[in-house]
């Protein structure tokens, strides 16, 4: 048996025709993998956009404490 990769050229709607062919079950498990496939890159993009060399794993610590500090005494209060 031969298991070689295939490619085809295919248009978006010779997909769309294929797709629209499937059964409902199908249509539901290949649009949760278009949806996490498009979460990981709008996720990747976000996180890219985040990314510095300007603050530290300390520094981001510190001010996580400080916040953490500022709620715990106004829940303090009430």
């Known amino acids: ?3 070689g990769t ?3 050229s295919l248009s978006y709607g010779q ?10 079950r ?3 498990k ?6 996490k496939e498009a979460v990981d ?5 976000l996180l890219r956009s985040f990314q510095t060399d300007e603050l530290s794993e300390e520094d981001i ?4 404490e400080k916040v953490r500090a500022g709620i715990y005494a106004s829940k303090k209060k009430n």
């Open 6 to 8: 295939y490619e085809i």
């Open 15 to 24: 997909i769309l025709n294929l797709v629209k062919q499937l059964p409902n």
């Open 41 to 45: 890159k709008r996720l990747s993009k």
């Open 1 to 3: 048996m031969n298991t």
């Open 30 to 35: 290949l649009s949760e993998e278009l949806a």
């Open 26 to 28: 199908e249509k539901a």
């Open 61 to 64: 610590t510190k001010e996580v």
